[in-house]
């Protein structure tokens, strides 16, 4: 089974960036050549959708997200990016990547923004 590790989260300062990364746990799986998505959940709320990569590289963002982050992808290193600037205590949550249309879900890592 394939399973999808994020890592990079951690305690950060309103403003400050993270970089989270999200690699496939088999080589069987090509992250490269399939739609990303990145989600989050804050705590007593709901996961919601972050951004998305298409196959084609083409990005997409929530509004709240939008201009402040940016989803990459690493092809010889079969993994995808999360690039988040200019953060607020609002964005602190569990991020998870997945592959859409498959099902696979990352384990989930924790970002905070405080100060």
């Known amino acids: 089974q394939v399973q999808l590790v994020e890592s990079g989260g951690g305690l950060v300062q309103p403003g400050g960036s993270l970089r989270l990364s999200c690699a496939a746990s088999k080589s069987i799986f090509s992250i490269s050549t399939n739609a990303m998505g990145w989600y989050r959940q804050a705590p007593g709320k709901q996961c919601e959708w972050v951004a998305t990569i298409s196959r084609g590289g083409t990005t997409s963002y929530a509004t709240s997200v939008k201009g402040r982050f940016t989803f990459s992808r690493d092809n010889a290193k079969n993994t995808v990016y999360l690039q988040m600037n200019s953060l607020k205590s609002e964005d602190t949550a569990v991020y998870y990547c997945?592959?859409?249309?498959?099902?696979?879900w990352g384990q989930g890592t924790q970002v905070t923004v405080s100060s």
């Open positions: 997945a592959a859409v249309g498959y099902g696979y």
